[in-house]
């Protein structure tokens, strides 16, 4: 069994960054595709970015694409998320999640929540305008 736990989450004024960070457990994740999702209030779980294993693919919504970074140093079994130039519709609970699969083939597959097996509990963004 995987255990996820994310943190870095906060309060942070628009226009600001924030990193986020996930931190594996109870095996090592560095055969494991990585990915962020969040989910505001009344809405549904979406995408927001994903890694490969090694680092060399990754993937990253329409919506966070040149702010966002995903990053892993599996050396420390932990994959990064920072967030640069946030935005009020940034405001979420950000998840971290993992697949054993450790290849990104689409943005079609690798989006899907469906895909990964393992995930976090969560951590809040707050985006103030």
């Known amino acids: 069994q995987v255990q996820l736990v994310e943190s870095g989450g906060g309060l942070v004024q628009a226009g600001g960054s924030l990193r986020l960070s996930c931190a594996a457990s109870g095996r090592t994740v560095t055969n494991y595709a990585m990915a962020w999702f969040r989910q505001a209030p009344g809405k549904e779980r979406e995408f927001v970015a994903a890694?490969?294993?090694?680092?060399?693919?990754?993937l990253y919504a329409d919506s966070v694409k040149g702010r966002f970074a995903i990053s892993r140093d599996n050396a420390k079994n932990t994959v990064y998320l920072q967030m640069n130039s946030l935005k009020p519709e940034d405001t979420a609970v950000y998840y971290c999640?993992?697949?054993?699969?450790?290849?990104?083939?689409?943005?079609?597959?690798?989006?899907?929540?469906?895909?990964?097996?393992?995930w976090g509990q969560g951590t809040q963004v707050t985006v103030s305008s």
């Open positions: 999640a993992a697949d054993r699969r450790g290849t990104l083939i689409s943005y079609a597959r690798g989006s899907q929540a469906g895909k990964y097996e393992y």
């Open positions: 890694i490969s294993w090694g680092g060399s693919s990754t």
